[in-house]
């Protein structure tokens, strides 16, 4: 692999609905797979990027949900600032109510910030569900159970330093995916065919799920994509090497049967 040099790996600050930070061996042999450029057009919570080995001299992360842009770039360029916001404050419902009252800031930290607090204080950290506990907080758990300041502020320190050169952006994933470069490796993990529109504020329709297909089915960069396994998506990539995953989610840990089914899909 053309590497620039050995990186420890970490983890993201994000919590994201069918994250793949407790998996990522399952990801290593696409990953090491000899490079010079990586992207990944949904970039969502980051743990596949924040936990790749091996960085490259060039890495492009997009996501077309502007909350994440916002809290990337956050990450990568003022990290201290984002780490004051954190300690400065203590989720309550209260609290969760008023950021859910105001109006999205133009502010890119304060977008960051707030994206943080709703992802760490929200049920799975699911951005427009509710808070952790219930609107009355009647369970166990509390809204603030998933705010620990200490190990947000080392993540988002260790992530921005990961993120420096790094291009951020949040643009259409056809344009990352046609975008011309030399010995490109493109990791995909699109929104889920199924239940996406009810995990993510930003989620992908039937035909832009086929037009991504189509785009990878002629694309000339090597690409690895992880999705979840319905028979829409085996007919769309039919024509692809599909290697069939299961892994135990962990959001809704309480379920007895947990076990998920993704599909490996690439073109290596």
């Known amino acids: 692999m053309q590497s620039s040099g050995y990186s420890k790996p970490t983890k993201s600050p994000l919590r994201f609905p069918g994250s793949k930070s407790k998996v990522l061996k399952k990801f290593e042999t696409y990953l090491n797979i000899e ?20 960085l490259v001299e060039n890495s492009w992360l997009n996501d077309k949900d502007i909350n994440i842009e916002s809290f990337l770039l956050s990450v990568r360029d003022n990290p201290i600032q984002l780490c004051e916001m954190i300690w400065n404050i203590q989720p309550t419902l209260e609290l ?66 990961r993120l420096q050169k ?51 089915q002629n694309t000339e960069h090597k690409f690895f994509l992880t999705i979840d396994d319905c028979p829409e998506v085996r007919e769309l990539y039919s024509w692809a090497n599909i290697i069939p995953e299961t892994w135990y989610y962990t959001v809704n840990s309480k379920k007895k049967d947990n076990k998920g089914k993704e599909l490996f899909i690439t073109n290596i």
Not at 35 to 43: G, I, K, L, T
Not at 107 to 127: D, E, H, K, P
Not at 193 to 206: E, N, R
């Open 96 to 161: 969760w109510h008023y950021y859910r009252s105001q109006e999205l800031s133009e502010s890119r930290l304060i977008r960051a910030f707030r994206f943080l607090f709703f992802n760490r204080t929200n049920y799975s950290g699911i951005y427009n569900a509710n808070p952790i506990g219930g609107l009355k907080q009647l369970s166990a758990w509390k809204i603030d159970c998933r705010w620990s300041k200490e190990m947000l502020c080392k993540r988002i320190i260790e992530c921005s330093n």
């Open 35 to 54: 490079h010079s450029e990586y992207r990944e057009p949904f970039v969502g919570g980051g743990a596949i990027f924040f936990g790749k080995k091996q």
């Open 166 to 216: 790094t291009l951020i952006t949040s643009i259409d994933y056809s344009e990352v995916i046609t975008a011309p470069g030399n010995n490109v490796l493109l990791m995909l993990d699109p929104p889920y065919y199924v239940k996406g529109s009810k995990l993510y504020p930003v989620s992908m329709t039937p035909e832009e799920h086929s037009y991504l297909a189509y785009l990878l």
